[in-house]
């Protein structure tokens, strides 16, 4: 089901090009009417500890973001990939036991007592409440020993041939700890937002003092921290960490909105193409153009669709650079079953 292309050969480069990757433990893969089930008793028994947050398994798609991003490179890439310390060991299996041997790697473990008395897990989505979804507020504070890093979500792959190495050399102005593509730099993304009222608390605390005094307008461009290009001495030197921490404990245990708050008019710019969000729109059928999708360099399904379920939309674009988990832990699920 999955294609791999040949690997380009690889110049060594005096910095090398990061990329930061969350990874998950692998679990069984359930049926689809198990997963709605899963999915209604999340919604319904929600409590306030870690160890009651369910999440479908993600690291299937971590393995295929660094074969995209691997094959489509002539720079010395190194990942850093970071998971949970029960998943160490299944991690370096997929990585070891499959075509991915071949890339430079270290993983890191995140813990997560960092989020105790931080993240208040209240979200009306429970999946956006796993501990490794807070990871993009630590990166100081990881095992990284490199300046500059491109942070990916685990659900995006690269969609043309163009090397990740442009990204990395996104010019960041004095002062700016992080470049993000924001949501108004593509005509067709920016009217999908306004169209479906997702402005409304897009900077996610508008409602407070706090915020207001910021001098934030909830109509303002946002930007969906899936993809950006951090400057780790700036972050330490601003102490974005602290920000953000601060922000989550408002904004109901969510990653997004404190990095709106903390990064608006502070953040530099990336090329949209190296973001295209909303590859899957906000219904299990709803397709976008080859227009919308045709020279995209990342490709993101940042809606609760996903390509490694069903139902998923342009699972093609997906599947060429999945590889499949040599311990079959990790499963496709498709209308014909699992794979």
């Known amino acids: 089901m999955s294609m791999h292309t040949h690997k380009l050969s690889r110049s060594n480069l005096t910095k090398p090009k990061l990329v930061v990757l969350p990874s998950q433990k692998p679990g069984r893969t359930q049926s689809v009417r198990q997963k709605f089930l899963w999915r209604r008793l999340r919604r319904e028994r929600m409590t306030s500890q870690w160890s009651s947050v369910l999440r479908r398994n993600e690291m299937g798609g971590a393995m295929a973001t660094i074969n995209s991003i691997y094959s489509n490179t002539d720079a010395s890439v190194f990942f850093y990939i970071v998971t949970l310390r029960d998943s160490i060991k299944l991690t370096r299996q997929y990585i070891e036991k499959t075509t991915l041997k071949g890339i430079k790697y ?108 910021l001098g934030i307008n909830p109509s303002d461009c946002s930007f969906n921290p899936g993809v950006f290009v951090a400057d780790i001495g700036e972050w330490k030197k601003q102490k974005i960490t602290k920000q953000l921490e601060k922000y989550s404990a408002m904004a109901g245990g969510v990653a997004t909105p404190p990095m709106l708050t903390v990064f608006h008019d502070k953040y530099a710019i990336i090329d949209p193409l190296w973001h295209q969000r909303h590859v899957q729109r906000y219904g299990p059928d709803a397709r976008n153009s080859e227009t919308f999708l045709q020279g995209a360099h990342l490709l993101h399904w940042n809606s609760r669709f996903k390509p490694w379920d069903y139902p998923c939309v342009h699972l093609d674009r997906w599947e060429k650079w999945f590889i499949p988990d040599p311990t079959r832990k990790f499963l496709l699920v498709r209308l014909e079953g699992k794979i």
């Open 106 to 213: 270290k993983l890191l473990e995140f813990n997560p007592m960092l989020l105790k008395g931080k993240v208040k897990p209240d979200s009306s989505r429970p999946d956006m409440l796993h501990p490794l979804n807070f990871v993009r507020f630590y990166l100081p504070l990881l095992d990284i020993s490199h300046k500059r890093v491109i942070y990916l979500d685990d659900v995006i792959v690269q969609g043309t041939d163009i090397d990740i190495k442009d990204l990395y050399h996104t010019k960041l102005e004095k002062g700016r700890a992080a470049a993000f593509a924001t949501d108004c730099d593509l005509p067709s993304t920016h009217e999908m937002v306004r169209s479906m009222g997702m402005q409304d608390n897009v900077h996610g605390l508008p409602g407070l003092q706090e915020v207001r005094d």
